[in-house]
């Protein structure tokens, strides 16, 4: 043993480890030093007039009419450093996912507290008033505000959907008595598109907040000048040629629009000025004519008329002996027919044949006025009449002569 002491080498192996087993322990030593002591106390705070979020509610078909309370008291136990830690996400909810129509009483929850915490709510529970949603179907009306243009008129507005449906709680279900909308015509000179935003009134005209579908509608209103719908009238002059005769007439159009100042269309009952002259006519013939515009009158719809003519070999029938009528004769005077002797004469009639075939003498007069003739001998025009589509043949006489006298009072004894 004594010789291995005295051997340099041994010792310096013992130093080496004598000094590896004196870090060792030290090493361990410093790694065992506990640290500083933390404090685990528990702590409680409260939270006053905490707002509650509502999650889950149907809106579609439900409404939140009323929370009671409003608000509540959180008491919140645990670390000082975990109360510290909440926030804008630590909430009060209220789940209205399962509720139905009326009163009742839910649980509240708490949410994104951290972890640690004893969250009581107080109250825990609230009281909570469900109404169901109805829908009712209502028409849409417009208010035009303003006035067109000098001397234009607005038409009816064209609405488009012209019903809404209305979404409402059903207790206030009979409240809107009106959806309106509002465009603006003043002086407006054509019509006018645009899309307006709808708004529910209840009967004093105060808004009423509602759903709506749609709540938006495409509105048109036509601005035009004053019209007015009449008969157009074309006038026919002369006659086919001699053995033709017009048996049917065909107007298109019958009827025609007319703007113009309004002062105008009130005196008119129809429209007039155009004509066709028929002189010499034999065959069907179709005449297109531009429709006049008259004085104060802006435009005609259409512009154009068109008349079919139909015409057709004549036949004739004479109506024997028919009595000459005097008008116009004053209580001074009398007549006296020099020709046709008696005030009788004959008359002949031409027309097609379906036509002439249904006339009879009845239908047919011959008349002289003797209006304001003095006393003498006199050859008046004789003006016939008969019905649509006949004419009077040549040959028969067209004037009568007649000699007016003073009428001569009876002597009485």
Do not use: C
């Amino acid at each position: 043993m004594d010789k291995w002491l005295r051997n340099p080498n041994v010792v310096r192996v013992i130093a080496l480890t004598l000094g590896i087993l004196l870090w060792v322990v030290v090493h361990y030593e410093q790694q065992s030093t506990p640290g500083p002591i933390v404090s685990n106390t528990s702590t409680s705070q409260e939270f006053e007039n905490i707002s509650i979020e509502t999650v889950g509610l149907n809106e579609a078909k439900y409404l939140l009419v009323s929370i009671e309370p409003t608000n509540v008291r959180l008491r919140v136990r645990g670390s000082s450093s975990a109360i510290k830690k909440i926030n804008s996400t630590s909430k009060v909810q209220l789940d209205l996912s399962n509720v139905k129509s009326g009163d009742q009483a839910i649980k509240l929850s708490h949410v994104g507290f951290p972890s640690g915490l004893s969250v009581e709510i107080i109250p825990s529970m609230v009281i909570v008033r469900i109404e169901e949603k109805l829908k009712k179907e209502m028409p849409v009306e417009v208010d035009l505000k303003g006035t067109p243009k000098d001397g234009y008129v607005a038409g009816t507005p064209i609405i488009q959907p012209n019903r809404v449906f209305v979404t409402i709680p059903e207790s206030r279900i009979d409240i809107v008595q009106s959806i309106r909308g509002e465009i603006d015509i003043t002086n407006a000179d054509a019509t006018i598109s645009k899309q307006i935003k709808l708004v529910a009134y209840d009967n004093n005209g105060v808004k009423v907040d509602v759903g709506m579908e749609p709540s938006v509608v495409n509105i048109e209103v036509p601005i035009t000048e004053p019209s007015k719908q009449m008969t157009l009238q074309v006038q026919l002059l002369g006659a086919p040629a001699d053995g033709y005769s017009l048996v049917k007439t065909v107007q298109i159009p019958q009827e025609v629009t007319v703007y113009g100042k309004q002062a105008l269309l009130d005196e008119l009952e129809f429209y007039d000025g155009l004509t066709i002259d028929l002189t010499g006519m034999k065959a069907d013939n179709t005449v297109t004519l531009d429709i006049p515009l008259r004085q104060d009158v802006s435009r005609v719809e259409p512009n154009k008329v068109e008349v079919k003519l139909t015409i057709v070999p004549s036949e004739r029938i004479t109506f024997e002996q028919m009595n000459l009528v005097i008008t116009g004769l004053s209580e001074q005077h009398i007549a006296e027919f020099i020709n046709p002797p008696g005030g009788a004469l004959d008359v002949t009639v031409e027309g097609a044949p379906e036509v002439v075939s249904g006339v009879k003498a009845d239908d047919i007069d011959a008349i002289i006025d003797i209006t304001n003739l003095p006393v003498g001998v006199h050859e008046i025009p004789i003006a016939y009449s008969f019905p649509s589509y006949v004419k009077i043949s040549p040959g028969t006489l067209t004037t009568a002569s007649v000699e007016i006298k003073e009428a001569v009072e009876e002597t009485v004894e």
